[in-house]
């Protein structure tokens, strides 16, 4: 069970984590809550109502992690930009984020907060040395939306496009500051690609 997840008999999923483990997984997910920023209910002082008619925005974000976590909707598949739809997707986009960003950021950290709290209650229940971590199937999915978030986040910070980008710097030498990030990325992916096949059917 070390370093990735098992399914649990009845659904759900069980994960061996070290303190080591738990403390950097717990760190980037409370560093994803600070990065995504507080919702319209926490900026508004909780007024259920400020929330309810509280629009998004409507440009992308400048930071290139918040960029990857809430891309914008309409682009072309191929990722080649075409001068004469560029308005028009520009537009749609803006329109999609104003309307949708904000349930997304706060989808996104209660994802973060759920792994927080299963951590914080993992640790509180153990001693030192490794615990098992056993999730419900619906925090088996709140850990997979995290998971997914914290490897994007990583890759924007990395520059990451695509697997094979993670595969060079697999390779990097060890002196090199990119390298415990790096292994972080792979770590989480072997997590959230064992947390998938729990889920599967």
Not at 74 to 85: F, L, S
Not at 127 to 155: F, K, M, Q, Y
């Amino acid at each position: 069970m070390p370093g990735h997840f098992e399914p649990l008999p009845g659904g759900g999923a069980a994960a061996a984590l070290d303190d080591v483990e738990i403390s950097i997984i717990r760190s980037l997910a409370v560093q994803l809550m600070e990065i995504i920023g507080p919702g319209p209910a926490e900026e508004s002082g909780g007024d259920p109502l400020a929330k309810l008619f509280a629009e998004g925005p409507s440009e992308p974000p400048s930071d290139p992690v918040l960029r990857r976590l809430f891309p914008d909707a309409y682009v072309d598949p191929d990722g080649t930009e075409q001068p004469d739809k560029a308005e028009e997707q520009r537009v749609y986009s803006a329109e999609f984020r104003r309307y949708t960003e904000n349930d997304l950021r706060a989808g996104k950290r209660e994802n973060a907060l759920a792994v927080i709290r299963s951590l914080d209650g993992l640790r509180a229940g153990a001693g030192e040395g490794e615990a098992v971590l056993e999730l419900t199937p619906e925090e088996s999915v709140r850990w997979l939306g995290a998971l997914n978030d914290l490897r994007l986040a990583i890759g924007a910070r990395l520059e990451i496009t695509d697997e094979d980008d993670s595969d060079l710097l697999f390779h990097l030498p060890d002196e090199d500051p990119r390298k415990p990030m790096v292994m972080a990325y792979l770590w989480l992916g072997g997590l959230q690609e064992t947390l998938v096949s729990t889920l599967l059917p």
